[in-house]
């Protein structure tokens, strides 16, 4: 499970408000791209967390998942023979991108390291409504023991709540994986948003990156800009996380390079496998699997696709904000009842 994402920085607008949105059963060959994309990496993905999937009619399907060949015709014919493509609510898509932060940081403030990541307070119960970001933000918390870990920039320090999981090397060289542990319960308001609110930008300069600059060239004003956010995430550590695995994601398990999405699970079921045609200036057709969940994630055509880890991956999921069309893939059963008439 993330913070919000980078979803959170635009418009975010759900694009349906309940779980009543309308069904259209397709073909494989209405995919455009199908063909061409590998799913190997997208039938590994799945098998990651096919355990965790607690309806019956997925278990029969890990199975076979589990002794799917290895080859790329061999993981193409596993989802055609098994799965029917599902169309639930009305394209356009509204799909972002998320990443995993890597960021210098330290175990004891510094006069360079003085910007903490909290633990969760004991008092706080995961869902109900407590203090806001300001209050925080302000020393709510200081002196309590509950710092994680100190970091040397405030707006990195936002920003990876928005993302949710982050790595933090350490001046001994050790690095320190970080992964979301609770939120404050208060709403999340887009800064992004807020900016254009207040006059002065445009769409076009709401970009992740835009926004840092503009927050570290007007400090004071800054600092308030992030305060509008009321929405607080605190951390945890994952001291077994091999650095060679992904974050941690909302099921539990270690999430894949574009191979991974987060979704609304009120709509779209968490470990269910999804084909995505991103539009924009770099189009992306690729089978991805829905394991994770984002805080602005709302409406049955809206994603956040993660583009791994570090710098290069936070400037390209910092920068899509593009339109499509988002197909699940639902077991066949599944998939026919969601027609009216099924």
Known sequence: MRGAGFATLFFCVALMSAPAAQAQVLRFEDLDGWQEDDQRQALDAFRATCSQLRDAEWAPLCRLAADAGQSRTSA????ELFFRPVIVGDPPALFTGYYEPELRGSLTRTPRFAYPLYRKPPELVEGEQWHPRSAIEGGLLRGRGLELVWLEDPVEAYFLQVQGSGRIKLPDGQVLRVAYAAKNGQPYRSIGQ???????HTISDVSAQDIKAW?????????????TNPSFVFFRKLPDLPPDYGPIGAMGRSITTLRSVAIDPDFTPLGAPVWIERDGRAPLRRLMIAQDTGGAIRGPQRADIFYGTGFDAGETAGRVKDGGRM????????AYALMPDG
């Open 76 to 79: 193409r014919q596993f989802f």
């Open 215 to 227: 927050v570290r060239a007007n400090p004071t004003a800054g600092r308030d800009l992030l305060n």
């Open 327 to 334: 197909v699940l893939l639902l077991p066949i059963d599944r």
């Open 194 to 200: 807020e900016l254009l609110n207040r006059g002065g």
